[in-house]
């Protein structure tokens, strides 16, 4: 492991600390004169420089997450803000301050939870706040009751635990995301409670995310003479029914204060004893054995921390390791007041082989660069390490058209991949192929047999019209009814299909609908009156009667000519045989004593 510095040799006697998930700064204040606040961090970026009022000792000064911000504690029952300009170079545009909503509330710590969000932790309980720099104000967001010893709080999952009961054992998980706070179930933890170690104190409480999963790290002591005997880790359960529990243990060996750190997935347990100068380190995917569901471990390896070359230069005098001076901060972070300086601790993979035997494993959870810039990169790669552009085409061809081909793939979830693909597309507004929509994603609908999510589609126009696409429609009406209907509709937007519509609906046995489109789209000739004449004689005698007397009209009124040809005839003949003298005057007679029904004046009030 080494240590890599930043430096604060200035004002050792008053450091504020600010953290958030991607920067850590110090904040120093000079008492010389006015109050010059001075923020450092590893990068020079971090660095600002700014004046404060010098009304009252600051107890806390922290940051936003964005720098844009700073909130400064100097009483209990008030927090000062101040506002700097988006340009990032120091200039304060404003001031104000906020109380909390209960006058008899303290607050006991703050907690940035975004750029303008920002946790007032009280005595009697929790305030989410609202800041707006325009404004300068505050606005009051969520509230919630609960008493309380301390808190710790782990930004990158905005989750904060909360200790009260007797001994501040038990703990109170709360999410603040959303604008909102939400309260997990509570649990207690076991830190061998005893008369010299009556309380559980803050420093003995860490939280950290470790192989994807959220653990709270106790310090667990010895009840005889209240020394260090283990650490403790609870796997802290989601709003998903679980219960958080005693997942781990890690064997310690050593009796001294200790310190945890967590980088790359291994826990690094450090022995602040400057005889002993050791870190010990686990890994608790290297299982060692299992008691009542709980896995203990034994460190893997004991090292010491050693100093970068860089930090030994900077140095005159020596820097000693392990010192009681330092405070160790979440995740990696080393703080010495004695010497000045703030440093980050990494770990140096390369050695592992002397340690772990499975290092495949070892070697796959860390984030280490030294093999990537030392190992040997695969020789076919990108030009330059330019973007590689893959678009519709290799998509569709190379991923979903085999998918679709291979019998045994799974339809209805390559039905799902392509439509959450064709929902990207479409929020960036890139224009889709029609290959995609018609050849692809539509038969693997309907091989899925999701008809309802295809009738959603096509009516919401969520799929364009295309001919295609309405044949393919009515080739398989057999599976699903409603697909005729859709298709012709479909040809009908279209406009240019009324061949194709007249054929469907003949084809169906509905020539007095296909007279209907016909009339409505002024596209009947020659051919479609032998057509709509040829399929109204494979129906009933009424359907005949019907189209041929409407064609007789057709052209009586209208002057037409369209039955001017050698079939009609034929058909002339077939209607005077369709009906014989006796039935015709028989209609006659009904006819002229039909009773045709008189409308009730009483109709409407009975209904």
Not at 252 to 276: E, K, R, Y
Not at 483 to 511: C, F, N, P, Y
Not at 521 to 545: F, H, M, P
Request: proline residues 3%; aromatic residues 10%; contains cysteine.
């Amino acid at each position: 492991m080494e240590v890599f510095p930043g430096t604060f040799h200035e004002f050792r006697n008053s450091l504020y600390l600010s953290s958030i998930e991607s920067r850590f700064q110090i904040c120093a204040i000079s008492e010389t004169g006015g109050k010059d606040v001075i923020v450092k961090g590893f990068k020079s970026e971090d660095d600002l420089t700014f004046c404060i009022n010098d009304s009252g000792k600051v107890k806390v000064i922290k940051l936003s997450n964005d720098g844009r911000l700073i909130s400064i504690q100097r009483e209990t029952s008030q927090i000062e803000f101040i506002c700097f300009s988006p340009t990032g170079d120091g200039t304060v545009t404003g001031t104000f301050s906020q109380s909390p909503k209960l006058r008899t509330a303290r607050v006991v710590g703050l907690e940035w939870i975004s750029n303008n969000q920002i946790l007032f932790v009280t005595n009697q309980g929790l305030e989410l706040y609202l800041i707006n720099p325009t404004k300068k104000n505050a606005k009051l967001l969520k509230t919630c009751n609960i008493s309380l010893y301390w808190t710790v709080y782990y930004a990158k999952s905005q989750l904060l635990i909360v200790s009260s009961g007797v001994s501040g054992s038990r703990f109170t998980p709360f999410l603040v995301q959303s604008n909102n706070i939400y309260r997990l179930e509570e649990f207690d933890v076991d830190f061998g409670c005893s008369n010299a170690k009556s309380i559980l104190s803050k420093r003995d409480v860490s939280v950290a995310s470790i192989y994807g999963v959220l653990y709270v790290m106790v310090f667990r002591y010895s009840m005889r003479d209240s020394s260090v005997l283990d650490v403790s880790m609870y796997k802290v359960a989601g709003d998903n029914g679980e219960k958080s529990s005693l997942a781990h243990t890690l064997s310690l060996g050593l009796t001294g204060p200790f310190a945890i750190h967590v980088v790359d997935n291994v826990i690094i347990v450090h022995h602040q004893v400057t005889v002993s100068s050791t870190s010990l380190l686990f890994d608790i995917r290297l299982q060692e054995g299992i008691t009542s569901g709980v896995c203990s471990h034994k460190p893997f390896a004991a090292v010491s921390l050693s100093l970068t070359q860089s930090l030994k230069n900077g140095y005159a005098s020596e820097i000693p390791l392990y010192s009681p001076c330092w405070v160790m901060f979440p995740q990696n972070i080393v703080i010495d007041t004695s010497a000045g300086l703030f440093a980050s601790i990494s770990l140096h993979p390369e050695e592992s082989e002397i340690f772990i035997k499975d290092q495949v494993n070892f070697l796959c959870a860390a984030r280490c660069n030294v093999f990537l810039e030392s190992g040997t990169k695969y020789a076919l790669v990108a030009e330059l390490y330019e973007p590689l552009l893959v678009d519709q085409n290799d998509l569709v061809g190379v991923v979903f058209l085999p998918a679709v081909e291979t019998s045994s793939s799974n339809k209805p979830f390559l039905m799902h991949c392509m439509l959450q693909y064709l929902q990207g597309l479409q929020e960036n507004n890139i224009d889709v192929l029609p290959f995609f929509l018609n050849e692809v994603l539509v038969p693997t609908i309907v091989s899925s047999s999701e008809f309802n999510c295809l009738q959603q589609l096509l009516q919401y126009r969520v799929i364009p019209d295309a001919k295609q696409l309405a044949f393919f429609l009515l080739s398989h009406e057999a599976k699903h009814a409603p697909l005729i209907q859709l298709a012709v509709d479909m040809l009908a937007r279209l406009g240019t299909a009324a061949e194709e519509i007249v054929e469907v609906l003949l084809s169906k046995g509905h020539v007095v609908e296909a007279i209907r489109y016909l009339e409505a789209t002024s596209s009947i000739d020659r051919v479609s009156c032998l057509k709509l004449l040829e399929c109204a004689w494979k129906g009933n005698r009424q359907v005949q009667y019907a189209v041929f007397t409407y064609f007789q009209k057709l052209v009586k009124l209208r002057n037409h000519n369209l039955l001017n040809i050698e079939q009609y005839d034929h058909y002339v003949r077939l209607f005077n045989n369709l009906f014989g003298k006796e039935e015709i005057e028989e209609a006659k007679h009904a006819s002229q004593f039909a009773v045709l029904p008189r409308e009730n004046k009483f109709q409407n009030k009975v209904l």
